[in-house]
């Protein structure tokens, strides 16, 4: 079944059909690969394979049909080219900077970014010589301020984890491209059915699946989603360093993204109606509702 219906799809049906091929069976859901490698007809078919001169599935460290799945609906979800899946959203943090950045760059990162970023950036990143400037997200001076001649990438995660506050990704991804760097959003909080950071001027977008992309609090998982190259050299990443996601975390991060249109609606919903009804409330001196 071909899936070029797929490119005038919707968001809801993009997150039910993108990515999936039926097999033999001619399934309709997202079966599991839960297979380490796989066979081939002979060792000149295999050895085409490892080394890419063909199409075809190796090892689950380098690729998975599930994890595959998942990859590619995320990917049409933000709005990429292709996703790369990892075992965590801090897996998938180390892979955006270790495949960008090398000895001597510099980072500026957002100062209200989830406590695990701030340890990376703090206390690994600089045993490799890569320095990290943390700046205000919403003052675009000082990130301004911060370039230095060996800035490569900026990083914010927007709403911020657990503050929610909000930044201005298109006016930070401009000042970013103005020096010749790159941005990278961290979307885990809204996710591409409340905002999509590349539509924006991001360059990657990273996710902490464990969160909304799941929705229920079952697996680990983290992702990546941008243009092929950068996608590509982050694949390499993955490939040799190992942090990949396995097949059935992936099933089930494809199972979330499935619902996830829906729960988020009625997740802004409820939040809409909590916060009219804290304003109402005498002993509440003030409710900030954030706009996305």
């Known amino acids: 079944m071909s899936n070029e219906w797929l490119r005038e799809a919707g968001f809801e049906t993009l997150a039910i059909r993108e990515g999936l091929t ?50 590619k609906r995320l990917a049409a979800l933000e709005g990429g080219q292709e996703g790369v899946a990892t075992s965590s959203g801090m897996a998938a943090i180390l892979t955006l900077c270790l495949t960008l950045l090398r000895a001597g760059d510099h980072v500026i990162c957002s100062r209200n970014v989830f406590g695990s970023t701030v340890g990376l950036f703090n206390n690994i990143l600089t045993k490799l010589d890569i ?32 503050l929610c506050e909000v930044g201005n990704i298109r006016e930070i991804a401009n000042i970013a491209h103005d020096l010749g760097a790159l941005l990278a959003v961290d979307n885990c909080f809204c996710i591409p059915a409340l905002q999509r950071p590349l539509s ?73 109606a909590l916060a009219e009804w804290l304003e109402t409330h005498p002993d509440v001196k003030k409710v900030s509702i954030i706009a996305v």
Request: charged share 20%; proline share 5%; aromatic share 12%.
């Open 22 to 71: 039926p097999g033999f069976e001619q399934e309709h859901s997202d079966p599991i690969y839960a297979t380490s490698s796989f066979v081939f007809e002979s060792a000149e078919q295999a050895a085409a394979t490892f080394s890419g001169e063909r199409d075809g599935n190796t090892y689950s460290r380098f690729s998975n049909p599930t994890v595959f799945v998942f990859e």
């Open 131 to 162: 320095s990290v400037t943390f700046v205000a997200l919403r003052e675009l001076d000082d990130w301004r301020q911060a370039v230095t001649p060996n800035t490569k990438l900026f990083f914010c995660e927007t709403p911020s984890n657990p």
């Open 200 to 272: 924006l001027g991001a360059d990657v977008v990273m996710h902490s699946a464990t969160k909304y992309l799941d929705g229920q609090g079952r697996v680990l998982g983290g992702a990546l989603v941008g243009s092929e190259e950068l996608m590509a050299e982050a694949r390499g990443f993955v490939r040799v360093c190992g942090p990949s996601m396995s097949p059935f975390n992936a099933w089930i991060f494809s199972k979330g993204l499935e619902t996830l249109q829906l729960r988020m609606d009625v997740h802004s919903q409820r939040a809409q």
